[in-house]
């Protein structure tokens, strides 16, 4: 940041601390580490927003370069000197902001975004070659506009066609619930009659999903919530075993995360509707 003469010493740790707050990287030591959502700011909004042609010279080479934050900080200083108006820096940079933002636009339009290129190779892995030539109309991957990407995936979404991949959201999630209720994936899919975890289907109704379902259905309750109904068992002078009762289960301690969200909202609800019959 000196380097590229942006901000004060005094500013630099609450700059990084921003980056952090809002999710962008995490701190490791003396180093920042990109976060998912700060690497798909990098890779998938950052390089649309380039030098513009029509830009006036304020938001100069980029709105994300440290040149562009070099320079409206210089443009502040003038402000703040009585060198040149307020008005006058704020018209210039949403004059080029604007340009600017239409050119992404257009950008993008352009050529698929990485994660249509993931979407339609995940979504098109187990399709023939005949299939899949015939999708992408003769074209490989790395030909594909924005406008190809867009009908494919269209396409894709409107098929009836099963045998697609979990998404890897699905997986990733998936993987952490056998992670978190401590289960044998080889063995939870052998007893489902499932080979292995590459045989595994994606889409709403596939066996990813079924299998997430039935694992969700399983998650423990956490401590927080056992606290949130015990505390509302009292407020509403409601045995345990009655709370139990309103949402089939046994007790505290065999009830899962999901049933516990359920019996959470129906007390709220109830806390509620008292204190209404109250007032009136």
Known sequence: MKKADIGRPSTYLTTVGKLV???YVNKDGSSLIPTEHGRLLWIEVVPFYGIDQN?????SEGLFTPRFTSL??????????????GSTVWHKFVTDFRNMHNNALELRKQKPTVKQYNLITNRTSRMSEDAKSKLFQGKKIEEFTGEDARRIIEELNNSNDGDIPPSEKQMKYMLSLFEDLNLN????????GIDDIDSLTGGMDG???????????????????AEAIQS???????SMEDAMAMVGTES???????EASELIGKLKKTIQKNRKGRKK
């Open 252 to 258: 505290l301690d065999t009830i899962t995360k999901k």
């Open 72 to 85: 409206m900080e210089s443009s502040l200083d003038e402000v703040e000197d009585g060198d040149t108006s």
């Open 21 to 23: 707050d809002r999710g």
């Open 232 to 238: 509302m068992g009292e407020t509403l002078e409601l």
């Open 55 to 59: 830009s006036s010279g304020t938001v």
């Open 207 to 225: 066996t990813a999903s079924e299998i997430i379902g039935e694992l969700v259905n399983k998650v423990p309750r956490t401590d927080k919530q």
């Open 185 to 192: 994936i080889d063995e939870y899919l052998q007893a489902k």
